[in-house]
């Protein structure tokens, strides 16, 4: 398995300017350190293949502690949303990287097709799983369902020789049930079957596994006519609940 954080190098987002934000990171950054746990920071960095340090807050403390951050503030517009995710990006611990990929999951719906190359730098970014997959499947997937030329974008990801833009591509999707539109879903899954790493390969077989929940005989039409492209990994995972 390849660690997959050779990055392409792009032009950062600027942090537009956000007294919502200002606001939104003083209380974080005030709140969150006061639940650290150093030997759980120490667990979590093992575990997470040391892509970056943590504060070792458990995901139901940090839930509560983002209320008490958020308690009282208003609803942002996509300024405040790039600000805020962009500083969170900045700030060391893993912990507050998650609380941004939280907010903007509960306000994507805040955000326009221009938001699309926040979304970039933050998938390209100290990227790994933990935040590359919510990202793509209820922010890109949310912003790209808004307005369908995202797709165009998507289009592009995909073939991006940055493996986490790639799987992002093709997990936006994820959550589409019946609005999938299978015909991307799968060439998409052929234009990477042949990539060498772990995480594309696992991304193929988990988007087709999820599709099989909407329409299995699509899915297994498609892999068994696949099956000499698709890597072992991804035929197992696509075809794990048949």
Known sequence: MTS?????????????????????????????????????????????????????IPAPRCRALARTVLEGTARPDETDCAAIALRCWELPEREYQYFAVDYLRRYSGRCSSGFLPVVRHLVSTVPWWDTIDPLAAHVAGALVTADPALKADMDRWVDDENLWVARTALLHQLTYKAGTDAARLFDYCLRRADHPDFFIRKAIGWCLREYAKTDPAAVREFVEGARDRLSPLSVRQALKHF
């Open 4 to 56: 997959g954080v050779t990055q392409v190098t792009q032009k950062q987002p600027a942090v537009p300017n956000s007294a919502l934000a200002d606001t939104v990171l003083e209380r974080l950054t005030a709140v969150y350190p006061t639940a650290a746990d150093p030997v759980r920071a120490e667990k979590s960095v093992a575990y997470m293949k040391g892509i970056a340090p943590f504060l070792g």
